[in-house]
């Protein structure tokens, strides 16, 4: 056993070449994610010799990691722009799973000869897209709100599913007529207990002033932590449950929600980058040239005809046009759910799971480099790509407890529609000010007539009462400028004022 310094000093030099390969892997072009998995096969037994193949330990430490990715992404989603993208995502992390399981299991049971469990088994591995491959490479590429947000809840909500799927296909239980009605419980009960714990945590945290403002990004991942530890003891899906209550808790009036979003973030690259590593020191090199096979085979029936068939099926009461809908079949990104998911059909004593491991290794390595790599080209190409939008407008909220004020800090982006504005034109409600703008690293107090500028900061200080009216205002004079309605309309809905 290495010596606490020694593992500290391991840990932080493969965390800080984690952290230096994003910016690699945007220059060269490739998902991050593939430099994260070579640098734990280096470490790995074929080549610096650290030994690592406890699977159960593997599995752990990758549900951890997951449940903290999802964390990140409910935290960083704006509902405003998922909303109108809900039917569909729901429908491809259900109904897309249902039939991409059915098509690769049959497919394999006649390609690769395993029988009917273990067909169906690979296929509930392979059919879960993974939330932070699709995080962390569709949210550089610019396409409609409406399928960005599809495919963000399919990646957030599918790997509820398909884990109860893995579960019952590997455990080598009977399946009964009583299974559907299991998983539908499983679903419905983790995603009512994520919204309750979500909304319960939200009204804590707007009316408990803690002593230190890091303390808020903390409090709100132990509620999504929280989440997930209640689904699962009351046996009902936990990862669900996580998702949902980040995803309430981050469209909530948090305190410092700025902040709890800029921590969730961190906090995600970390799992993102340990989950990886630790993925790839577990891989035997040895043993993956003989997955290359049957694992192109897989990926072959996974790519033309389960992923595009289980699409179609989904987006048929949707109506989607079929630009849309073959954007949608690539975008199906593949990353460590799968391995994951296949260290549960290990733990779990599937006959065929050890070699299910080596296959999806294999695949996800082939399918990020053929989809991560030309994702934007493909969105070009099929004409759903969508010019670069400017930043989004940043309000961070403060509470001033005493006062029974609320303080906002806004940062005018790039590219923003409150550029020219003056703030006359703001028209913000009784009971909130802007009290002072900061302009090149100098600040002043502003009047009326004052002209807003891109990068300028706002303070507004608003009652109460008002704070949720003044952000409202603000966001939709952002988005459309002076002549904006009031309100704020949701995200992707065309102003009528």
């Known amino acids: 056993m290495a010596s606490l310094e020694v593992l500290l000093g391991i840990g932080a030099a493969v965390l800080l070449v984690g952290v230096f390969a994003v910016t690699a892997s945007v220059r060269l072009g490739l998902p991050s994610l593939l ?49 109108p993208s809900l039917g569909l995502g729901i429908a491809l992390s259900t109904v897309a799973v249902a039939v991409s399981i059915g098509v690769v299991g049959v497919a394999l049971h006649l390609l690769l000869h395993l029988d009917w469990r273990a067909a169906f088994l690979w296929g509930a591995v392979l059919s879960s897209t993974d939330a932070a491959a699709v995080f962390s490479v569709l949210r550089s590429v610019g396409v409609s709100p409406r399928l960005a947000g599809a495919l963000e809840l399919e990646s957030g ?76 003891l009351a046996h009902a899906s936990g990862l669900l449950a996580t998702y949902v209550a980040a995803l309430v808790l981050g469209n909530s009036d948090l305190p410092h929600r700025g902040g709890v979003r800029s921590f969730a973030e961190g906090t995600g690259w970390l799992a993102q980058i340990g989950l990886f590593v630790l993925l790839g020191l577990f891989a035997s090199p040895l043993r993956l040239v003989d997955a290359v096979v049957p694992a192109l085979v897989a990926g072959l029936v996974l790519f033309v005809a389960a992923r595009p068939l289980s699409v179609l099926a989904a987006a048929l009461p949707f109506r989607l046009p079929w630009r849309e809908q073959a954007f949608l079949s690539w975008a199906g990104l593949r990353g460590a759910v799968p391995i994951v998911l296949a260290l549960i059909a290990v733990t779990e004593g599937a006959p065929t799971g050890l070699a299910l491991v080596d296959v999806v290794f294999v695949l996800v390595v082939v399918l990020t480099l053929l989809q991560g790599t030309t994702l934007p080209w493909v969105a070009r190409q099929l004409g759903v790509a969508r010019p670069a939008q400017p930043r989004e407008l940043s309000v961070e909220v403060a509470p001033l407890e005493e006062l029974s004020a609320d303080l906002l800090q806004v940062y005018i982006p790039v590219g923003s529609q409150l550029r020219g504005v003056y703030l006359r034109e703001l028209r913000l409600p009784r009971g909130a000010t802007v009290s002072l703008v900061v302009r090149a690293g100098e600040g002043f107090t502003p009047t009326g007539g004052t002209r807003l500028r891109e990068r300028d900061q706002l303070l507004v200080v608003a009652a109460g009462g008002v704070r949720q009216a003044a952000e409202a205002r603000i966001r939709a004079v952002d988005r459309r400028g002076r002549l904006a309605r009031w309100y704020a309309e949701p995200e992707g809905e065309p102003d009528k004022g």
């Open 35 to 83: 430099l994260y998995l070579a640098i734990g096969i280096l470490l790995g037994e074929s080549v610096l010799g650290i030994q690592f193949s406890d699977a159960a330990l593997t599995e752990s430490i990758g549900l951890a990691a997951l449940v903290l990715i999802l964390v990140e992404g409910g935290l960083t989603t704006r509902w405003e722009a998922v909303r």
């Open 157 to 232: 909500m599918n790997d509820a599913p398909v884990v109860l799927a893995v579960i019952l296909l590997a455990s080598g239980d009977p399946l009964t007529w009583l299974t559907p009605l299991l998983v539908i419980y499983e679903l419905a009960a983790g995603g009512a207990i994520g919204a309750v714990l979500g909304r319960a945590g939200a009204w804590v945290l707007r009316r408990v002033a803690l002593p230190a403002t890091g303390l808020y990004p903390l409090a709100a991942i132990a509620v999504c932590l929280l989440a997930f530890s209640a689904g699962q």
